[in-house]
């Protein structure tokens, strides 16, 4: 007998269950099968009379019997006693299209008949190249699910292509109702036409693909060009802050060593007078002693034979003329440098805020104004009126959401942050460095809407203290019948139609306000550009007794 080592385990192995032959027969075509496997293969054909080969597909009428192959059995017995070679097999994974005859574990698939509706591991695929019928059909990569190629309706394959509702059908499809008179064209025509499209898509994705690794490359060097100059700057702030504090230390010493250096000299200087005056002070000290003993003698002859020359030596001239400065004082230093601490302070505050604004505007995007108010929406705040600078004939409700100008006054405290003639309030808010949003309703004859400064006055009916009418506010004005837009006292007509609720956008960056029709749709109705340096508190004029303002509880 032949050595095992010539043969390899996929010689005799059966094509169905792609296991070791188990009482192996051989059908009338020479093919082997387990004597169980080709039952039940030709089980599955007595519904339709027809058997076929598993492996050929070679056809046989009426049933064929098969008998068991004695002599391949015993050549099977006889190698796996001796050992068989083992040959690597191309079992399919879990992404592989799997061999469709296959039972038990699956081979892959290696071409898939369009004809057929079967995928083919690469042994069983060999009647496609030698039989001249199967020459015919159409082979493709491993496909899987291919019975949805074939029309669920009539169970004929899918080669045409309904253009007017879009949709694969058979040929069977074209007389039903449901697409008759439709226009057809065959599914290759159809793939020609969209495989055009399709490359343009592709060309345009890819296009889009560039622009954005484009965009990718510059946002990149953008965040390191931004790494750079926020490296340098620190090294800068930090050089400059340290020469400051340095100078101030150095200020600080100096102020402190010419306050030392007056209170030595003084000490120095007034050493010798204040030696002197002491010494002064003893010798009044024995005259008036003396004095004083002669005053209490008894002795007549002996008072006024001493009276003389104690008078004399009690009136001896004062060595020493001394003038006091009774207004000395170095208080005048420490004002001084208390002062000098409020302007240094106040220099850095409002350079702060010049240097936080230039901070604020370097910005990797260019961020465009909203569109929709959902855009607007996401840079949404709550405000809240400000009690403290309400005008009396202003009540504030709803948790300081709502103003109603009424006709009496209020109680309300004095306070210096209060509008005291122009019927005003102000938000506690100082909007700054960002983008914000918010909402109002409103009703009555007329209102005016804004922004205002910290700095805006408060007392007097003058410009300076109303909203619009200086370089300190901003305004959207409707009186009675129109709008218009107000700014250091500059009145900007507008024809925009009257609306009950008005969105307010401030970029702070940007220098913008903007104001909205958001009763319908969202409707520019003006806008500001300018340039900020201070905190904006959303402002409201309230110009009758009728009006009333209600901030919106935005979501």
């Known amino acids: 007998m032949a050595s095992a080592e010539l043969f ?46 598993p492996q050929c597909r070679a056809a046989f009428t009426p049933r064929p019997a098969v008998h068991r192959n004695n002599l391949l059995a015993e050549i099977v017995e006889r190698l796996k006693r001796t050992g068989l070679s083992s040959a690597a097999r191309p079992f399919a994974g879990a992404e592989d299209v799997p061999y469709d ?24 695929l060999a009647p496609h190249h030698e039989i001249v019928t199967w020459k015919r059909h159409k082979l493709a990569e491993p496909m899987a699910n291919l019975q949805d190629r074939l029309c669920k309706e009539h169970g004929n394959l899918l080669e045409l292509f ?36 399709l490359g343009e898509k592709q060309k ?33 702030v930090e050089k400059a802050c340290t020469e400051l504090i340095r100078s101030i230390e150095q200020t600080q010493a100096e102020i402190l060593e010419l ?3 007056k209170e030595k000299a003084t000490e120095t200087e007034t050493a010798a007078q204040i030696q002197q005056l002491e010494q002064e ?32 030596a009690s009136e001896a001239q004062d060595a020493s003329i001394i003038m006091i400065n009774e207004n000395i004082s170095l208080d005048a230093v420490g004002e001084a440098v208390s002062k000098l601490k409020e302007q240094v302070v106040a220099i850095c505050q409002g350079e702060l805020m010049k240097i936080t604004v230039s901070v604020n505007k370097v910005d990797v995007y260019n961020h465009p104004e909203p569109r929709s108010r959902g855009d607007f929406l996401k840079y949404s705040v709550q405000i809240t009126l400000d009690s403290t600078t309400a005008h009396n004939v202003l009540v504030l409700s709803e948790e300081n959401k709502k103003v109603t100008c009424v006709d009496g006054s209020q ?11 122009w019927w005003q309030v102000l938000c506690k808010e100082g909007l700054f460095g960002t983008r914000c949003y918010w909402e109002i309703e409103w009703s009555g004859t007329g209102v005016s809407i804004g922004f205002a400064s910290k700095g805006i006055s408060r007392k007097g009916m003058v410009n300076s203290s109303c909203l619009g009418k200086n370089d300190k506010s ?25 609306s009950n609720r008005i969105g307010v956008y401030l970029d702070f960056n940007c220098g913008i306000v903007s104001f909205y029709d958001v009763s319908g749709t969202m409707t520019l109705i003006h806008r500001f550009n300018t340039t900020f340096t201070e905190p904006l508190h959303p402002a409201f004029w309230l110009p009758y007794p009728d009006v009333k303002i209600t901030i919106c509880q935005l979501k």
């Not at 005859?101 to 042994?123: D, F, H, M, Q, T």
């Not at 109680?411 to 003639?421: I, M, T």
């Open 411 to 421: 109680s309300y405290p004095d306070h210096p942050e209060r509008f005291d003639l």
């Open 162 to 197: 309904c253009q007017t509702d879009q949709a694969c059908i058979c040929v069977s499809c074209t007389d039903a109702e449901t697409h008759h008179n439709h226009t057809t064209v065959s599914a290759a025509r159809e793939r020609n036409e969209k495989q055009v499209r």
């Open 8 to 53: 390899t385990e996929d010689q005799f192995t059966c094509s169905v269950c792609l296991e070791i032959l188990k009482n192996p027969v051989t059908v009338a075509c020479g093919h082997n099968f387990c004597m169980g496997c080709i039952g039940s293969c030709w089980d599955l054909g007595d519904q339709s009379g027809s058997y076929t080969c």
């Open 259 to 261: 306050i030392n250096s």
């Open 281 to 312: 002070i003893a010798e009044l000290k024995r005259s008036n002693a003396g004095l004083e003993n002669l005053s209490k003698t008894e002795d007549h002859i002996h008072f006024l034979q001493n009276f003389q020359s104690v008078s004399a």
């Open 101 to 124: 005859l296959c039972v038990g574990r699956k081979l892959k698939a290696a071409k898939s008949c369009l004809v057929c509706l079967a995928s083919y591991c690469e042994p069983h």
């Open 474 to 498: 901003w305004s959207l004005f409707w009186d009675l019948s129109r709008f218009s837009a107000w700014h250091n006292n500059v009145q900007t007509a507008l024809t925009a139609p009257h």
């Open 204 to 236: 345009e994705i890819m296009k889009r693909i560039q622009e954005k690794d484009n965009k990718l490359c510059a946002l990149k060097e953008a965040v390191e060009t931004l790494k750079r100059s926020a490296l340098s700057s620190k090294e800068r």
